[in-house]
């Protein structure tokens, strides 16, 4: 089988985020950046997991500069078996979907991986747009696959429970925590990766209907309030006066 | 053994996530390679996961994580820089650096395991060993399937190893050798220790060492206030008749355990700087957290004081590791190199170990926060492997021409 996985580029979780350009764009001084975990830890692994069992290639795709080959290289330490970086900056959704998917629709995937959504931006939508580009079945929030022939049986997750279903390849699939479980890469992969493929094309076009008008930060939390639990009366004053929610 | 059978009910594991964030005051990252930084953030990854979690645990009941010499097999932690086909990782130098630097950033006993099994063992097989002893024993090293240790100090010869009494005599095929080495990392779990004895004409030669060979026996060292869960013991022969294949061909004299003994110091001079960060890390954060007079420690002088001399220290034993590991890439750094860094490292992490630790007020004392444990491990990493002052004298000599140790 033959299976593409979608990886993204995103701030390490700790990173202090700040703004540039009147607030227009992300300042990234200072900012350490990782592969997205969810396109790592769950996409990247299970899609790994699965050509150990059923045989075939591992894929993945970038569309990024060439400061991202770090995390490309990761990907093939990890265990995917070539590279694709499309030279391109990462500007919308549907801009990156389009890359991916000018580079998919012919090369015969049988399914395509993404995670569920970045952990930067949280916009869940490229890998619906890639299956809208790629006329395909989009199956999200998958936390379990499992393969016989052409069909994967696979649970999403939904609000309060579990969604079971079917679908034949090929497919396009976001992946949620409980895909698979998170792979170190050890040093024999590290230095693998060296020798795997990394192929740099350039972009065709790219759709740009969006554009970003202002970023914000959330108001900052104030500090919690700790009160002793044998002083209710305590409690209720802050909650009246302070709060104002009774 | 599995060691969860042993851990008893009353004792929890660390709940606590291991917050630890590296720091690079001087942009160094961009001197490292890309396999440099996705060596070291595996091996980051891995510590987080596997050592974190149990390491106060085992450290407080003296008792050493066996469990982990398979994992440390599986990340590709022994011998990273032998060649692939003799079990290693077939990486370069700094490589190895910043591997030890990633794991004494856990524990500075965990590191010992690693570079005890990589750098001490496996490399004298690789380096003076014949093609069947490698066949033999390197990839079983690489892959945790042995576990090595190394027999060089004596009881009454530490700092002068040409003393050794060890000795062996010829007997038709195989050579008998007696006598003892004391404080020997991993002996009595190892399957096979790398010895260093004297022939009849006073030689020094290697010789490879299995632990059924009968005569052999390896009885562990107890009461160690430091690297309390690393395991230590020593190695005990009397009339051990070890078979002359077993004997390493391609090395006579001292430099045989010496080269050893440069390349284990280079991990060390890399791995203190992980326990200074460590140590560093959980200072900083904590001086942000902890209130005092109304406002953060970390806002009152005394503790900045600290804490800037901190990155400091660490920023220059980081540039010194990565020029010796430039060096040790081409081939050119010298023993004495070696010393230097080694000496320099070591002595700034126990001295940023002591100062974070009184950052941490009373709070540093316990095993909540890593800082006493790494200060204990450092008493002994200030020592082992060539002692603090002996590497001054090495320095020394080298810079005067004259010999001071005798």
Redesign the interface.
Known sequence: MKFLVCISKTPETTAKIAFTENNTEFDTSGVQFIMNPYDEWYALVRAVELKESLGGEVVAINVGPASNDIIIRKALAIGADRAIRINAEPESALGVAKLIADHAKDEQYDIVFTGKETIDFNGSEVAGMVAEYLDLPFISYASKLEMEGQTATINRDIEGGVEGIKVDTPFVISAAKGLAEQRIPNMRGIMMAKRKPLEVIEPGDIPAPVSVVKYELPEKKEGVKLVDPENMDELVRLLHEESKVI | MGQNDTISEDVKFSTKTD?Y?GHDYYNLDDLLS??H???R??VR??VK?EVSPIIEHYSNKAECPTQLFKGLA????YG?SIP?QYGG???DEI?YGV?MQELERGDSGVRSMASVQGSLVMYPIYRFGSEEQRMKYLPKLGSGELIGCFGLTEPDHGSNPSGMVTNIKDDGDAYILNGAKMWITNSPVADIAVVWAKDEEGVVRGLIVEKDMEGFTAPEIHGKWSLRASITGELVFEDVRVPKSNVLPNVTGLKGPLSCLSKARFGIAWGAIGAALDCYDSALRYSLEREQFGKPIGGFQLTQKKLAEMITEITKAQLLAWRLGTLANEGKATPAQISMAKRNNVHMALEIAREARQIHGGMGITNEYPVMRHMMNLETVLTYEGTHDIHLLITGMDVTGLNAFK
């Open positions: 917050q964030e890309e396999d930084l996705l060596a953030d595996a990854a891995w996961q599986e990340i590709g932690a990273p692939t990782g077939g990486m490589a591997i």
